[in-house]
C-alpha cells in the first residue's frame, strides 16, 4: 500500500515516503495529537493477512519499544486495523 502526502491513518498525517524494504514501507508522518514527527512502517496487505508475519512485525514493535535509549528515539506499538498494520517511532 503505497500512501500519498496527506493521507490521514488515526492521528498521523503522512509528510513523505522514507523508504521501502521486505517488511514494508516506511513514512514520514506527523502525530497530531502529540505535536511531533514520527516514522511510520507500514506492513504489505499481504504480510498484513498473514498471522506469522504480522507476528514477527509485533515481536520487532516490542522489541524496538523496549530499547528507550535517547539515540534510538521512542517506540510506538505495533497496530493492526484491518488490512493495515504498522508501527511508530519517533524522528530524532
Do not use: C, W
Not at 504489505?44 to 508475519?53: G, I, K, M, V, W
Not at 522489541?63 to 493495515?84: C, K, Y
Amino acid at each position: 500500500m503505497t500512501l500519498s502526502v496527506g493521507t490521514r491513518l488515526g492521528p498521523y498525517e503522512i509528510q513523505a515516503a522514507l523508504g521501502a524494504g521486505g517488511m514494508g514501507e516506511v513514512y514520514r508522518a506527523r502525530d497530531a495529537r502529540l505535536n511531533r514527527d514520527v516514522a511510520l512502517k507500514i506492513l504489505p496487505e499481504l504480510f498484513a493477512a498473514d498471522p506469522d508475519r504480522l507476528a514477527r512485525f509485533q515481536r520487532e514493535a516490542q522489541l524496538l519499544a523496549s530499547l528507550n535509549a535517547e539515540a534510538t528515539g521512542r517506540h510506538g506499538p505495533a497496530h493492526a486495523r484491518g488490512q493495515l498494520a504498522g508501527a511508530v517511532e519517533e524522528m530524532t
